[in-house]
T-cell receptor, first 112, second 109 residues
């Protein structure tokens, strides 16, 4: 089955801890994206990558880090520097810069 | 700066009552405008891609249109299962995929 897999579905983090969200795709897509969604709001871009070993900051990159060592994988680390990390995180991928992006089912992160 | 504004924020319709959702955008060099449907707690589901002004796409009760400044998602004779949040996104020459805040649609029987 082709698609995008995000894990885990739910994640709880203690304040001051770093946590890494996984995103894997088997669609052979070049581009991958990370978004944050807060209740009742749209998607805000955190980081995006058009090619392996290269990525760019989105609109709200502070407190987050990413890597793109493999085409299939684009993990997101939420660091302790992110002041308000509780949110719904969505990963997406697309085959090129102007084709539709497909989304995973999201990871809900809660700081306890 | 690329920007997307969607209206209305929320829309309540009676089953069978047709309406339209608006997506206004500013982007440097439009490469694509995308419509998605999102159900609560789920990832967005792709609906349409529009590339140039005058283009139209249809799928069941939904029809998307595009001008140089805005896009409309027309919903004809909606059913309760059409209830969801509809998101609009644009991609320009920066390769960023920028989303609006969405329209929350509720269709009542």
């Amino acid at each position: 089955d082709g698609g995008i897999t995000q894990s885990p579905k739910y994640l709880f983090r203690k304040e001051g801890q770093n946590v890494t969200l996984s995103c894997e795709q088997n669609l052979n897509h070049d581009a991958m994206y990370w978004y944050r969604q807060d209740p009742g709001q749209g998607l805000r871009l955190i980081y995006y990558s058009q090619i392996v070993n290269d990525f760019q900051k989105g609109d709200i990159a502070e407190g987050y880090s990413v890597s793109r060592e493999k085409k299939e994988s684009f993990p997101l680390t939420v660091t302790s520097a992110q002041k308000n990390p509780t949110a719904f995180y969505l990963c997406a991928s697309s085959s090129s810069g102007n084709t539709e992006a497909f989304f995973g089912q999201g990871t809900r992160l809660t700081v306890v | 700066e690329d920007q997307v504004t969607q209206s209305p924020e929320a829309l309540r319709l009676q089953e069978g009552e047709s309406s339209s959702l608006n997506c206004s955008y500013t982007v440097s060099g439009l490469r694509g405008l995308f419509w998605y449907r999102q159900d609560p707690g789920k990832g967005p589901e792709f609906l349409f891609t529009l590339y140039s002004a005058g283009e139209e796409k249809e799928k069941e009760r939904l029809k998307a249109t595009l001008t140089k400044k805005e896009s409309f998602l027309h919903i004809t004779a909606p059913k309760p299962e059409d209830s969801a949040t509809y998101l609009c996104a644009v991609q320009g020459t920066t390769d960023k995929l920028i989303f609006g805040t969405g329209t929350r649609l509720q269709v009542f029987p």
